[in-house]
Nanobody, 122 residues
């Protein structure tokens, strides 16, 4: 059973930065695809970014390009999302997710964390 625990959310002013962390346990961490999703009230959950098993390939939602950076440390079983130049529209609950495989994946995630709230004030 794969377990994911997010941390690092909070309240920040527009233009500020946050770094989200997701600790993964219960699997061979280096052989899982990882991603960050977000869900705002009244909206569907959407993929923000995803990363391959060794971090050499990434994918970002258009709104995240140039502002967010996804990374992973396989030695620490940890996934990160560095978020810079935050905007009020980035306000959402952010979830990390995992699925078996070594590629960059846009779907098929079957393990989820509990979420961490990010609120960006204007």
């Amino acid at each position: 059973q794969v377990q994911l625990v997010e941390s690092g959310g909070g309240l920040v002013q527009a233009g500020g930065s946050l770094r989200l962390t997701c600790t993964v346990s219960g699997s061979t961490f280096s052989r899982v695809g990882l991603g960050w999703f977000r869900q705002a009230p009244g909206k569907e959950r959407s993929l923000v970014g995803s990363i391959s098993w060794n971090g050499d390939r990434t994918w970002y939602q258009d709104s995240a390009k140039g502002r967010f950076t996804i990374s992973r440390d396989n030695a620490k079983n940890t996934l990160y999302l560095q978020m810079n130049s935050l905007k009020p529209e980035d306000t959402a609950t952010y979830y990390c997710a995992a699925r078996p495989g070594i590629e960059v994946y846009l779907s098929g995630y079957n393990y989820w964390g509990q979420g961490t709230q990010v609120t960006v004030s204007s």
